[in-house]
């Protein structure tokens, strides 16, 4: 047995738990013996750059969007709302994933965001 799984949670429910937010990923990455399993560092740093990934579109997006609105007329702010929700359920979706496939057991890698995950556990 692993020693992750016999002193605390199982790896799974580690690696899901990450995904909360960023702030249980760096917790998990710094903390023993969570931070020796290379399927929770793999998923916590995965949920650590979806986390920067999804506040950088968020911050694209909103310049996007006050830009375009000064140039743009007064229904746009409409298709605007409508893209954001969309692009809230994508993100979404994508999350749920991750964390499914976390809970699992299974090593879902993103594009992109994954190999760098991976490259950042040693895995």
């Not at 990923?25 to 916590?44: D, K």
Request: with cysteine; proline share 5%; aromatic share 18%.
């Amino acid at each position: 047995m692993n020693d992750v799984t016999q002193q605390g949670l199982n790896e799974n429910t580690m690696g899901a738990l990450a995904y909360i937010t960023f702030v249980p990923a760096i917790i998990f990455l710094a903390m023993p013996p969570y931070n020796q399993s290379p399927t929770v560092r793999f998923h916590s740093w995965q949920s650590i750059f979806l986390s920067g990934a999804a506040i950088a579109f968020w911050i694209a997006y909103t310049i996007l969007r006050i830009m375009l609105g000064f140039v743009l007329p007064f229904g746009f702010g409409f298709l605007m709302f409508f893209i954001s929700m969309i692009c809230w359920l994508g993100w979404f979706i994508i999350w749920l994933m991750c964390v499914i496939n976390a809970v699992n057991g299974k090593r879902f890698s993103l594009p992109v965001i994954g190999a760098l995950a991976a490259k950042q556990a040693g895995a």
